[in-house]
């Protein structure tokens, strides 16, 4: 069965997980308050922050904020209160009553043209349909949202509705459009500021599981680990345990890294019961209860099971319900308790009409059924499921074989609309050729009173022309910056996965060292592809990230930077990059070299120019250079290396130790 993963980004705010404090404040305001319209805003903010760490708790709010918004005919925020609602019922998966408090939202956000409202209801719909395997009617409710986010350039929105319409088509098997709609969902997170890039990480995780239920690893891994990366970089524990779910079954699928899967399901279990995502917490019960089949704790598998059922029947998740019933029935005959087995195979047989049952589930109960007959010697009952089985394993590959078909004349459809595209461009050239012909021709023949008129249209079409160019080509270097980014961002990520294959500390350390010289040019990148200049960036902002990935990666609190910085000085980008590794050199050969365990110290950076020159300082208060050090005969990486790049800066390079090492590089500014 597909997991369901990490949907509600599309309607639910993004906080930091586990904000208990805030909370308790937020809630004594709102008792203190006497005032209706800022108890509303503090209710408002009472529950933005309980959507995301503990819903049960703001539920009352959300009764108190309806009663008020109605009373003071607030509409906006009455929307909000019955979207929170609906929110609740869906993460216990009563799905019906989430659709009335969504609709009674949508209503109230059509009745004032809230814009914003109607992309989230018509998303929280999308979900709660996705939730409850309405596929078709998800999808609908998924590109009206999208088509709102767009038209209405709530740019914000579009990682979360490309994402939607990828998931969907994902469920559905349309794995083609899945993909693209990924990819678009990833290159529209240029448009999300701080915490908002956690709308990133179910992208990742999405696209990581297609590729993991095609069984190719590399790249499912390669998402996976982006997307887990990213949220413990945000310190965001759901999207960890959403991340860590797959990562799991990747490890165990491969037979590899079974005590890591199992500290990563663990972890999973915790933060769902925390949050009472009952699904989630199914899947992470039958995904560690099937790494205990594959670990030989069978006894442990079967215990995990019988609570992913209990769990399922308990909140009338019946899609849950069947696979979990089935993957118990299958720990059992994996005990050889068959007859264990058997009643719980027999339980849910009745029930494979139920479209809530997907066809692998069906497909695995009969299997088990056709088997466990055979060894109980009901040799006709056994042939007759093995024929059901036959039956329903032609239609599962039946449907397969027609996405494939699907898949290919998408392909052949979208290449021909393209050829179509570029022959009407080429047509539209053509005949906008012929008519500047012309139009020229005319001016040619004109009186000598219009000649005039002609130069300065003339000039006032290449002025247009030119600015139109340069506009065009800005921004094909700021997509072009935006593309190395990423794939610097990508060997980033593949060099955090070798990282995991190696215990040596001084290998793990070299790593490190070459992660920070990669994102100080990464840095470069960001900020030329951000800023409106794309032709040189903000030195202060440029070294200050430099001087942070430094501090992380050593992690000395006993050392300090200190910073002499005129946030005036701009650098051209092609003289950022080598000064920029410089810098970072310099920093790591002080946190490891300079100072003695433990001992306190400053490392200094400071730059200025003058009318001809750049001026770079650094230096630090350590132990200085060696005695018999000779810069010209020096085995030291990081020293050969700041001195070729200070050639390449064609600059002049001044080492010196007294109290402490001071570098000193003066560099052309032209």
């Known amino acids: 069965m597909k997991k369901m993963l990490f949907f509600l980004f599309l ?21 203190q308050t006497e005032i209706d319209s800022v108890k509303i805003n503090l209710l408002v ?96 409710k998924y590109n009206e949202a999208l088509d709102i986010a767009l038209k209405n350039n709530i740019k914000s929105k579009y990682t979360s509705a490309y994402l939607a319409v990828a998931n969907v088509n994902y469920y559905t098997n349309n794995n083609e459009k899945a993909i693209k709609n990924y990819i678009k969902a990833i290159d529209s997170g240029i448009y999300l500021k701080g915490k908002g890039k956690k709308r990133i990480i179910p992208v990742y995780i999405n696209l990581g599981a297609l590729f993991l239920d095609r069984k190719e690893y590399v790249k499912s891994n390669l998402y996976l680990k982006q997307g887990y990366t990213l949220a413990k970089k945000l310190e965001f524990k759901q999207g960890m345990a959403d991340a860590g779910l797959k990562l799991s079954r990747s490890y165990y699928e491969n037979n590899s890294k079974f005590k890591e899967s199992e500290k990563i399901l663990l972890n999973c279990i915790k933060i769902y019961k925390e949050i009472g995502d009952n699904p989630f917490l199914i899947n992470s019960y039958l995904n560690l209860s099937d790494l205990y089949i ?30 979990a019933t089935t993957g118990l029935a299958k720990s059992y005959y994996k005990n050889k308790n068959y007859e264990s087995s058997l009643k719980n195979v027999n339980t849910i047989l009745k029930d494979t009409a139920d479209n809530r049952m997907t066809n692998l589930t069906k497909i695995s109960l009969f299997r088990l059924k056709s088997e466990l007959e055979a060894i109980n010697k009901n040799f006709e009952q056994a042939f007759i499921y093995s024929q059901i089985l036959n039956k329903e394993t032609n239609k599962q590959f039946k449907e397969e074989k027609n996405q494939i078909v699907n898949d290919i004349q998408e392909k052949y459809e979208t290449e021909k609309k393209e050829k179509d595209n570029i022959q009407l461009k080429t047509e539209k050239a053509e005949q ?46 700021k997509e072009l910056h935006h593309r190395i980014k990423n794939n610097l961002s990508i060997i980033d990520t593949f060099i955090d996965v070798a990282k995991e294959e190696f215990s040596d500390k001084k290998f793990i350390s070299k790593l490190n060292e070459l992660q920070n010289r990669i994102e100080s ?31 992380q990666s050593i992690n000395n609190p006993h050392i300090k930077i200190q910073q002499n910085l005129d ?10 990059f080598p000064m920029g590794l410089i810098i970072n050199e310099f920093l790591t050969n002080s946190f490891k070299y300079a100072f003695k365990k433990h001992e306190k110290g400053i490392v200094s950076i400071e730059i200025s120019k003058d009318t001809t020159n750049y001026k ?10 060696p005695k018999d050090f000779n810069i010209e005969t020096t085995e030291s990486f990081g020293t050969r290396i700041m001195k070729l790049l200070t050639e390449q800066l064609k600059g002049t390079f001044l080492l010196e130790s007294a109290n402490g090492v001071q570098l000193t590089i003066k560099f052309p500014i032209k």
Not at 14 to 30: A, R
């Open 616 to 625: 770079l300082q650094l230096s630090d208060n350590g132990i200085g250079l």
């Open 521 to 551: 040019i990464n840095e470069v990148h960001q900020q030329l592809y951000q800023n409106h200049d794309i032709t040189k960036l903000n030195i202060k902002k440029y070294i200050n990230t430099i001087a942070k990935n430094v501090q």
């Open 567 to 576: 946030n005036t000085i701009k650098i051209p980008a092609d003289k950022s």
């Open 45 to 140: 903010m009472l529950l933005e922050k309980a959507i995301d760490s503990d819903i049960n708790r703001g539920l009352p709010y959300a009764d108190s904020l309806i009663h008020y918004t109605k009373l003071a005919k607030n509409f906006k925020h009455l929307s909000t209160g019955y979207r929170y609602i609906g929110n609740y019922h869906m993460y216990k998966g009563e799905y019906d009553t989430a659709i009335i408090f969504f609709n009674k939202s949508l209503e109230v956000s059509k009745s004032i043209n809230y814009v914003k409202g109607l992309y989230s209801d018509n998303a929280s719909l999308g979900n709660v349909y996705f939730y409850n395997r309405k596929f078709d009617s998800a999808k609908i």
């Open 294 to 323: 594959a670990t030989g704790e069978l006894d442990k598998s079967i215990e995990l099971k019988h609570k992913a059922v209990s769990l399922a029947k308990t909140h009338n998740l019946k899609d849950y319900y069947y696979a």
């Open 432 to 477: 906008a050729l012929i008519l500047e012909k012309e139009t020229k021709k005319k001016w040619y023949l004109s009186v000598g009173l219009l000649a005039s008129l002609l130069i300065l249209g003339v000039f006032w079409f290449y002025y247009k022309r030119n600015k139109k160019q340069k506009e065009v080509i800005e921004n094909l270097q």
């Open 11 to 31: 309607s639910l705010p993004l906080f930091n997980y586990g904000q208990k404090t805030k909370l308790d404040s937020l809630e004594l305001k709102v008792k």
